[in-house]
């Protein structure tokens, strides 16, 4: 059985545990609490996740598979990329040779030097539908050619990461908790609470109802 649990501005996935966690008596780390954007998750048996959520109460996560830096060019963009899912994977670079403009339902087609064309939107702001798209720092849901859905995010840092999506959701604050609720109907909803965070407030540790606490990192 597993537990969908969104805690302080990302989703996590964690195993059912017999242990109860400790839970500070009073509530903490309000704004980790509400936070909104793109994180990454670091659990204690080493595996990560990549989430993204917004301030309507929606929320889609992903493994994270690709990490590596991406820089502007006269055609779009170039990515340099590690397949994390490899052992002794070796850098990739990928750059795009053309972008079309916003569909009606704010998508777009991206072509590449070394893969298929790719269909993206936006996640962190609406395009105007006829907007021509210029490669920048944001969040993006594609649609590979054979019909894979991925999350990317690139910070302003030049930082990239990448992965499939696993999933979507919703979240809400309900008592003090975070909680989250998954469109998967074989998933159950969890809560979790803010535990220990960072002197800059973009590192914390989440607590869940139930399941061993891991690391929310904002990266943006």
Not at 38 to 66: E, K
Not at 115 to 134: F, H, I, K, Q, T
Not at 162 to 173: D, F, P, R, S
Request: proline share 4%; glycine share 12%; hydrophobic share 35%.
């Amino acid at each position: 059985m597993k537990k969908f649990v969104l805690v302080l501005g990302a989703m996590a996935i964690v195993g059912c545990s017999e242990t109860e966690e400790a839970v500070p008596e009073e509530v903490a780390g309000m704004e980790q609490m509400t936070a909104t954007g793109a994180f990454i998750l670091d659990y204690a048996d080493g595996s990560r996740l990549l989430t993204y959520t917004d301030a309507d109460g929606t929320q889609v996560y992903s493994d994270l598979s690709l990490v590596g830096t991406w820089e502007a060019t006269e055609t779009g963009a170039c990515f340099n990329v590690t397949d994390t899912t490899e052992e002794d994977a070796e850098e990739v670079r990928n750059c795009t040779t053309s972008a079309g403009e916003v569909g009606e339902d704010g998508s777009y087609t991206v072509s590449y030097d070394e893969m298929p064309p790719a269909s993206w939107r936006r996640l962190d702001r609406e395009l105007v539908p006829g907007e021509s798209v210029s490669m920048e720092a944001g969040v993006f849901e594609g649609t590979l050619e054979d019909g894979t859905n991925v999350l990317a995010v690139g910070d302003e840092d030049g930082d990239f990461y990448a992965g499939t999506i696993m999933g979507t959701g919703t979240w809400q604050v309900i008592d003090g908790k975070r909680c989250g609720t998954p469109d998967d109907p074989e998933m159950e909803a969890g809560c979790g609470v803010v535990g220990e965070v960072a002197e800059d407030g973009n590192s914390w540790t989440a607590i869940p109802d139930e399941g061993e606490p891991f690391t929310v990192t904002r990266i943006l």
